[in-house]
């Protein structure tokens, strides 16, 4: 059974970092495209980084030079720094995984996603 399980979350002042993990287990992680979505309040989850399994990675606008997705094959686990932050980064933020897709920031490559973990970013 694939299960995703987000930590790292929590709350922190505007031009903080955090360091989300994301641990995979019940499939091979090297054989699918994983990557990162949020949720703020009364909008739809989106997505904004993701990561094929050669290390192509894409990031959409909103975070491009301060969010970086990286992996670790032999733990299984995805993560994301995020440095930088700002208030309209406050969100519930979810890995995805998905079919090997060359399409990294469109919602329907993924099919997965974990429960979440809260990011509160206060200016």
């Known amino acids: 059974q694939v299960q995703l399980l987000e930590t790292g979350g929590g709350s922190v002042q505007a031009g903080g970092s955090l360091r989300l993990s994301c641990a995979a287990s019940?499939?091979?992680?090297?054989?699918?495209?994983v990557g990162w979505f949020r949720q703020a309040p009364g909008q739809e989850r989106e997505v904004f980084a993701g990561s094929d399994s050669d290390g192509t990675t894409d990031y959409a606008e909103f975070v491009k030079g301060r969010f970086t997705i990286s992996k670790d094959y032999a733990k299984n686990a995805l993560y994301l720094q995020m440095t930088n932050l700002i208030p309209k980064d406050t969100a519930m933020y979810y890995c995805?995984?998905?079919?090997?897709?060359?399409?990294?920031?469109?919602?329907?490559?993924?099919?997965?996603w974990g429960q979440g973990t809260q990011v509160t970013v206060s200016s």
């Open positions: 019940g499939y091979t992680f090297s054989t699918k495209t």
């Open positions: 995805a995984q998905g079919p090997l897709s060359s399409s990294l920031l469109h919602r329907y490559t993924y099919d997965w």
